[in-house]
């Protein structure tokens, strides 16, 4: 077996670098919203690279001289841990270490189990904190200081927070989302932004009058790749002497739904196995083997719902739209339009399902590899 160069595809994590294809029309309108202090939330399915295209927009922008941090709120279930990923944001930026001393004395006196040492020769520091000593009021308090005290990091700065829809699951009767809209008008040399992946969620957060967040923030559904990479998978192959079809990507792409992770996990495999001419089969054998690889955790995923919840996700993952016909729950054996509503609404909560668009009967899956799992398992 011949013994090729490093592989060029990867997955898993964010990319950059020669893994990261640019995104320069997006890229522009971003940067020119966020220039002029309009906050924004980029909305689309998970691993879709909104978090890559992130830490490039902020490379882009502290070359202009803004100050950056990104928050990950992905797992948080509390205020508490929303101020711990905060702090931690503040904490891991380098840039951000002799800032962190103009601060402190003002976090200090609300946080009595935060510790933090500066070297007085070098001007470094370490920064340690222990919140689980401090009472829920002060958690709040403690976190209205921190965001108003992000507004002296720099003259313009940009606060970047990655799975946003999260803070609308903590039950606090809309108590983080209305601190968020306060500080928007308070920091008038901040900028959010916001990225998120459950469309009805983010939906409800910025169209709802009732909602503190209501028209707070612009919208922007990040796109898809057009067909520029697809000549960039390819490229990619040939600079490892690979040959491929370019059918070939663009049926992958429509298997896992044009998820650019699931793309290069595809490919990073047909790499390890020295595949060197790749076609249809080629990409369809690979795709097979990586979602059986992963059955275990699909099956009980599938095990821990209804009957009712599972025949709907046979449905949506072979038809994806138009649900609701006559027909096609009758070969699904769904009782009834309201039923198969229920079940898609369960699954939603349950952050396995989305919807696409407004058109009722369109949904997506969070895992587009769970759907293609399904299809396998369960063909029409």
Not at 8 to 27: A, T
Not at 115 to 122: C, K, S
Request: net charge neutral.
């Amino acid at each position: 077996m011949r013994k090729l160069a490093a592989n060029p595809f990867k997955f898993g994590d964010p990319v950059d670098g020669d893994y990261y294809l640019p995104r320069p029309e997006l890229s522009s309108i971003v940067n020119q919203f966020l220039e002029n202090r309009i906050h924004i939330v980029l909305m689309g399915p998970r691993r879709f690279g909104k978090t890559s295209f992130l830490l490039n927009i902020l490379d882009q922008l502290e070359s202009k001289g803004f100050s950056c941090i990104i928050v990950d709120i992905f797992n948080i279930t509390s205020h508490r841990d929303f101020l711990h990923q905060l702090l931690r944001a503040v904490r891991t930026r380098r840039s951000f270490r002799n800032k962190l001393k103009n601060w402190w004395n003002g976090i200090r006196r609300l946080m009595p189990t935060v510790t933090a040492d500066f070297d007085v020769l070098n001007g470094s520091s370490s920064f340690g904190f222990t919140l689980g000593h401090l009472a829920e009021e002060d958690i709040k308090t403690a976190i209205q200081d921190l965001l108003e005290s992000l507004s002296g990091l720099g003259k313009r700065v940009v606060v970047a927070i990655d799975e946003f829809q999260k803070i609308s699951e903590i039950d606090d009767k809309g108590w983080l989302e209305a601190t968020l809209r306060t500080h928007f008008q308070r920091m008038p040399n901040v900028s959010f932004l916001f990225t998120g992946s459950r469309k009805s969620l983010i939906s409800d957060m910025l169209n709802d009058p009732s909602r503190p967040l209501y028209r707070s923030c612009q919208t922007i559904d990040f796109p898809s790749f057009g067909p520029e990479f697809t000549d960039w998978v390819i490229q990619r192959f040939a600079t490892v002497g690979i040959s491929c079809e370019k059918e070939a990507i663009i049926h992958l792409r429509d298997l896992v739904q044009d998820t650019p992770n699931y793309v290069q996990m595809v490919c990073f495999h047909l790499v390890a196995q020295a595949r060197l001419n790749i076609g249809l089969s080629e990409v369809e054998e690979v795709l097979d083997t990586v979602a059986q690889q992963n059955a275990y955790a699909y099956q009980t995923l599938l095990n821990s719902m209804t009957l009712a919840q599972q025949r709907a996700l046979r449905l949506a993952a072979n038809e994806q739209r138009a649900l609701f016909q006559k027909d096609l729950m009758l070969q699904y054996e769904i009782v009834s339009a309201p039923a198969l509503h229920s079940s898609i609404n369960a699954l939603k909560n349950k952050g396995i399902l989305d919807e696409e668009g407004t058109s009722k009967g369109k949904v997506l899956f969070d895992d587009p590899l769970f759907a293609y799992w399904l299809q396998l398992c369960f063909e029409r």
